[in-house]
């Protein structure tokens, strides 16, 4: 399988290509639009937008404060998003000091 962006060959069941790092196949249909945790502002959702389509953050934040700024309907289109948009889900990893230590082998003798 190729790349669409780079162009380089990478493996068939490959879902980001190693070369350029963007998403391939139908791994972007699967994504859903949610408001992001990590690296938002806000309320995440030029960052959840971002993500979505699969663009760079800034160029969402930027064209967003445009279209606020010179129509005003930006204000309300985020207000919206913000109340629509679900926020994405908590993942709770556990840190390594929290988990229960590994039985010892060592037998008194």
Known sequence: MYCNYCGKVIQDDANVCAYCGIRVGGVA????????????????VCAGMAEYFDLDVVLVRLVWLIVAIMTGVGFLAYLIAWIVMPEEPVTHAVPAAQQAPAPSSAQSV
């Open 29 to 44: 249909a699967r994504k859903s639009l949610v408001r992001l945790r990590a690296g938002r502002k806000v309320a995440g």
